[in-house]
């Protein structure tokens, strides 16, 4: 229970942050996507059905204040957040290039759907310029922004984690 | 607390349910149009954080403001001065020629084609978080009076338009992002031309115009465009921008260009809603024919 209110917690800040904070310190005109460093690393944290969960209810969010058709970015977080419990046995808490790496993944996996189906298919074909102008600095500050987003949700889970060991050892 | 389920559903097959889910939901906002229930939640959850967030900004901004120096502000107070005195000289011939327009048009008994239109202010409260589109939150919504389509302005000139209302907020969709296109009309000539946002010069707040046709009048940089009589979602007359680059294009029977909105939409703060929709003057000058 501690957990769902701490993870809900966790993506209300985020998108409140992506969508006011982070509005006024855009860097290259890009702002970062917090959006999607909560998803992977829940999911890669947490397995296929947390990192499932986390993203639908961000694409939710997503979809109901900055989106068109509803339903869009939940299924794009949904696989993504999927895909990256794919790999939580890979994961070591200790080490900080392979979640900012699957991280990376994520960001770019979610701006190339972005331009095909909300640009490429509507005849707006301008790949190059959302390479360097959007896809790219926004990787960028997104993994600056998950240097230190990312230790914040490290801490807390590794927290929770030992909460939820203690008390199943004292039940048992 | 933690007891393990032998036999839990695979995630593959959850993963599976939800896409069906999202697939259902995209289908169906096709019919419903409406996000109904779930838009009603998020409106007194994500909303009055929103509200929270913002006003603490604007007060950091304030604060900000308060810091700076008596000489900025005689320079900016002597400027100000100086505009003034040219607006009141201009606004009295104006006014003139504003007695002659209504007594000429008394004359041919022609209707006012834009009153003063009722306005209601609102602040921003959050931006659009992809680095796509660019749209808005303002803090009213149907509760005061707001509805889709209305056309929203800061300062003198236009913002965008309501694409979404809930009972506390509504979202606008500005004329600079990539899915906005507005009929517009030169003010000198009342030459038609279309306005659409784009992504590549949504970073630099400029847009483009369109289909511009190619006849003996003459448009230099500089001229003002508005929002032209035809369009059937903006009220007409409201201010967009200036030209700031045109050329014909290589049909040779259009012109194409760049405008300058008249609004910063970097640090748009408080905007005003129009509240009567093009529909309801419409609506309402048609009743009048039928009488």
Known sequence: MKRRIVTIIFIAAAFLLQ???FGRLTFADVRPNLMIVVTASFGFMRGENGGMAVGFISGLFMDLFWGGLLGFYTLIYTVIGYLNGTFHR????????FPLVLIGISDLVYSSVGYLCLFMLQGKFIFSYFLGHVMLPELVYTILATLVLYQVILHVNRRLEAEEQRSASRFV | MKIKNQNRIPSKYILLILIIV???????EQFTGGRG???LAASYTVIPMQNGISSIGRWMGDLTDNFKTLDELKKENEALQSKLDDMTIDNTRLRQEQYELERLQELYKLDQNYADYEKVGAHVIANNGTNWFNSFTIDKGSADGIKADMNVLAGSGLVGI????????????????DE???SAMVLSTSDLCMVRGD???MSDGRIRFEKLPNNDNKIEVGEQVVTSHISSKFLQGIFIGYISEIEVDSNNLTRSGYITPAVDFNNLQEVLVITSTKQDLLNSSEEGKEE
């Not at chain 1, 890979?90 to 290039?97: L, N, P, W």
């Not at chain 2, 999202?22 to 169906?28: N, W």
């Not at chain 2, 309501?162 to 992002?177: F, K, L, S």
């Open chain 2, 162 to 177: 309501v694409t979404e209302v809930g009972p506390n907020y509504a979202q606008v969709r500005a004329v600079i992002d």
């Open chain 2, 37 to 39: 229930p779930l838009r």
């Open chain 2, 199 to 201: 992504l590549k010069l």
């Open chain 2, 22 to 28: 999202c697939g259902v939901l995209l289908g169906a």
């Open chain 2, 180 to 182: 906005s296109s507005i």
């Open chain 1, 90 to 97: 890979m994961f070591f808490d200790d080490d900080i290039k």
């Open chain 1, 19 to 21: 969508s006011t904070v």
